[in-house]
């Protein structure tokens, strides 16, 4: 069964550095999604991305986030300059285009990003 | 804006006895609805999801929810657990079948043995 691939399962990075996370979507999906999920807390919404651009975006989703696809593949989260509050589980999902809209999300296992 | 809530926090339930998680939504419109759950370590893996149609819709897992109108509520239902069933459940909301998935806060499920 198809599914959406994030790597690495686990990172640890230091307050103020650049950190990538990434994300394989499902191949024949169109729509991709960030979500993150601050431990205890519940699932937001970050960043939605269609037709190589951004379609919304929430207020979580500052100059310090940007997403990208590089490749007919990944789709890439990246945080400039992180902080200790960006730590937290970011789950990337995928969507298909069914008729006039799209299907329900599929989303991976996640990147539990750990700012030190 | 929608919203979703999830009145429980943590729910405990003895394995094989029947279970409902509640949800309660805010919109003005009929919504799409959405059940998640997250095994510990895991990913989010939908369960089901109403969109339009019978109001009472089944899921994976044995899991069914139904859709109530009169009072904005979506409960996640099943007859009988299994300590498999120990997870953290999230329901959710979209406008839209092109809008973005707002989710509840999250309700943990422990299973008594």
């Known amino acids: 069964e198809p599914e959406v691939t994030q790597t690495p399962s686990h990172q640890v990075t230091q307050m103020g550095q650049e950190v990538i996370l990434r994300c394989v979507p499902i191949?024949?999906?169109?729509?991709f999604y960030w979500y993150r999920q601050i431990l205890g807390q519940k699932v937001e919404f970050l960043v939605s991305?269609?037709?190589?651009?951004?379609s919304e975006k929430s207020e979580i989703f500052d100059d310090q986030f940007s997403v990208e696809r590089p490749d007919g593949s990944n789709f890439t989260l990246k945080i400039r300059s992180t902080k200790l509050e960006d730590s937290a589980m970011y789950f990337c999902a995928s969507s298909e285009k069914w008729g006039k809209g799209k299907t329900e999300a599929f989303f991976g296992q996640g990147t539990r990003l750990t700012v030190v | 804006a929608q919203s979703v809530t999830q009145p429980d926090i943590h729910i405990t339930v003895s394995e094989g006895a029947s279970l409902e998680l509640r949800c309660n939504y805010s919109?003005?419109?009929?919504?799409?609805l959405f059940w998640y759950v997250q095994s510990p370590g895991q990913g989010l893996q939908l369960l089901l999801k109403y969109f339009s149609g019978d109001t009472l819709v089944q899921g994976i897992k044995g899991f069914e929810a139904e859709f109530k109108r009169s009072q904005s509520s979506f409960n996640l239902r099943k007859p009988s657990v299994h300590w498999s069933d120990a997870a953290e459940y999230f329901c959710?909301?979209?406008?839209?079948?092109?809008?973005?998935?707002?989710f509840g806060k999250g309700t943990r499920l422990h299973i008594l043995p």
């Open positions: 991305f269609y037709n190589n651009e951004i």
């Open positions: 919109y003005g419109a009929t919504p799409y």
């Open positions: 959710a909301v979209a406008r839209n079948r092109d809008d973005k998935i707002i």
């Open positions: 191949s024949n999906h169109l729509y």
